[in-house]
């Protein structure tokens, strides 16, 4: 598990210390070829498909190490209420509502405190909320401090709009706490926003309120957006001990969750974006509407059975 977590460390290092050979950073492309391929070869996904593809993992009865729920298929999903599955065959076909069916975005909304409809932004999961998220918010020269390790994309996408990313780094000897004081020094002028992932990817990190409370003390004293990757709450048993739901906490904070891993339907590919700044908001919706703000009415009707039924799915 350090081991892994190590190379994961090492790939991301390599990535973040690829501005430093004098390469442009304004767009992916342009890091280094060598830099690049260390920070994205084997990384922890690549490696977790090949392993499953294995003979041994194949003969196994249970999985115990899994970062996702085991996947529902469709049967399964229209048992969990009577008559459900005779209502999707009635369902239109025609253009959908933008940004989601209001039904959808309520049950979304109800989620979190003080968030309305317009603080809502149905994503095609979250790979589509992280590129929206920095496509809409964050300028070439912009400083964004990223909690690492982490996916790999939270350090790729800031660096392909030409920002400075510095990585906030989980440390094992400090069994993987990150420090605030650190974080205080990192958060500097120009520093655009703030990327965590809660529960954190690999090490597992949950933070108490007493942690959050001075997280967004931080932030809020240098008006600092707080990004955080919710995509793993509720998937750990201990997560009930941690603070989920950050953006309940700052007003200046964004939330990203989804139903791939937690609820174990990556398929149906639903992600959001929530906030309680609608100024955020705002940007982040107006962005979306230049591409695709659409969700698949069948993709729409199965996402709202899923929530409706979320205590049902998450005790499996």
């Not at 459900?84 to 109800?110: K, N, Q």
């Not at 729409?300 to 899923?306: I, K, N, P, T």
Request: charged residues 25%.
């Amino acid at each position: 598990m350090i081991e892994g977590i190590a190379m994961s460390i090492d790939r991301q290092k390599a990535l973040v210390a690829a501005k430093e050979d004098g390469s442009s950073p304004s767009c992916v492309r342009s890091l280094p070829s060598s830099a690049f391929r260390r920070a994205m070869s084997s990384t922890t996904r690549q490696l977790l498909q090949e392993f499953f593809e294995t003979p041994l993992a194949k003969s196994a009865r249970y999985n115990l190490s899994a970062s996702a729920g085991e996947p529902m298929t469709r049967e399964q999903l229209l048992a969990l209420e009577e008559g459900v599955a005779a209502s999707m065959l009635e369902t239109s076909l025609d253009y959908p509502r933008r940004h989601g069916s209001a039904a959808l975005v309520d049950a979304i909304a109800g989620h979190y405190q003080g968030v309305n409809d317009d603080g809502v932004a149905v994503t095609s999961g979250l790979d589509d909320a992280l590129g929206l998220l920095f496509l809409a918010l964050v300028k070439p020269g912009e400083r964004v401090v990223v909690l690492t390790p982490s996916y790999p994309p939270h350090l790729l996408l800031p660096h392909s709009r030409g920002a400075h990313v510095v990585p906030w780094e989980a440390r094992p000897e400090n069994d993987w706490v990150p420090d605030l004081d650190e974080l205080r020094e990192l958060v500097k002028p120009k520093t655009r926003l703030v990327l965590v992932t809660f529960p954190q990817n690999p090490t597992g990190f949950m933070p108490g309120q007493s942690y959050v409370d001075t997280l967004v003390e931080i932030l809020r004293e240098r008006e600092t957006l707080l990004i955080s990757d919710e995509i793993y709450s509720g998937l750990p048993h201990e997560s009930s001990k941690g603070v989920n739901n950050l953006s309940d906490h700052y007003e200046h904070a964004v939330t990203m969750h989804g139903l791939s891993k937690t609820y174990g339907l990556p398929g149906l590919r639903v992600g959001w974006i929530v906030s309680r700044d609608l100024g955020v908001m705002w940007r982040i919706r107006k962005e979306r509407e230049l591409f695709n703000c659409y969700v698949a009415p069948p993709v729409d009707f199965l996402a709202r059975l899923a929530l409706r039924h979320e205590g049902t799915i998450l005790n499996r």
